[in-house]
């Protein structure tokens, strides 16, 4: 069965760095696009970012454009998001997406908040 | 633009059918996905390609297509199908969007 564990969430302040990672296991993923979904407290799901399975092809929202970075290592099937320069407002649970043809699988996502 | 339109609550009796739209111009080119989210937990996919179910997704789980805008249809709710539900699509310049959602109560 997929598996999607998110990792390296917690509490940053203002202007700080964190990187989050994502293991996963049971599909192929060195052929499979990959997203990161964030969702504020009690608010809807907004789309981060996204990567090709050859680590091409990435797109950003326009709101972490030029702050986040996505990228993925094959050799451990691990996804990541570098997350710079945070904001209040990026404060939310970062989920792991992997989404083919006829299906789409998310984890259980990890919680990053951004406060002094 | 690539913004999604969803009505923010949608309200039925068990038994009775519930619907809700999502719209959208890039919907009138490109596929949607509905997403259902109970409390507390991950979304689960609910239908791809408009109207198409992955398995083990109830057969009165429904979608449909006109225009620019995608409709979920749900025939004979149940308690358990009380959620929150989002589209989700991919425009042109490849971001994907999220619908704000629709909070489905069923009592």
């Known amino acids: 069965e997929v598996q999607l564990v998110e990792s390296g969430g917690g509490l940053v302040q203002p202007g700080g760095s964190l990187r989050l990672s994502c293991a996963a296991s049971?599909?192929?993923?060195?052929?499979?696009?990959m997203h990161w979904v964030r969702q504020a407290p009690g608010k809807g799901l907004v789309w981060v970012s996204r990567i090709g399975g050859d680590g091409s092809r990435i797109s950003y929202a326009d709101s972490v454009t030029g702050r986040f970075s996505i990228s993925r290592d094959s050799a451990t099937n691990t996804l990541y998001l570098q997350m710079n320069s945070l904001r209040t407002d990026d404060t939310a649970v970062y989920y792991c997406?992997?989404?083919?043809?006829?299906?789409?699988?998310w984890g259980q996502g990890t919680l990053v908040t951004v406060s002094s | 633009s690539y913004e999604l339109t969803q009505p923010s609550s949608v309200s039925v009796s068990p038994g009775q059918t519930a619907r809700i739209t999502c719209s959208g111009d890039v919907l009138a080119k490109k596929y949607a996905r509905w997403f259902q989210q109970k409390p507390g937990q991950a979304p689960i996919l609910v239908l791809y390609?408009?109207?198409e179910r992955p398995s083990g997704i109830p057969e009165r789980i429904s979608g449909s297509s006109s225009g620019t805008t995608v409709t979920l249809t749900i025939s004979g709710a149940q308690v358990e199908d009380e959620a929150d539900y989002y589209c989700?699509?991919?425009?042109?310049?490849?971001?994907?969007?999220f619908g704000g959602g629709t909070k489905l109560t069923v009592l």
């Open positions: 390609k408009d109207d």
């Open positions: 989700y699509s991919v425009a042109d310049n490849n971001l994907g969007v």
């Open positions: 049971e599909f192929p993923f060195s052929n499979s696009w």
């Open positions: 997406r992997y989404s083919y043809d006829n299906g789409d699988y």
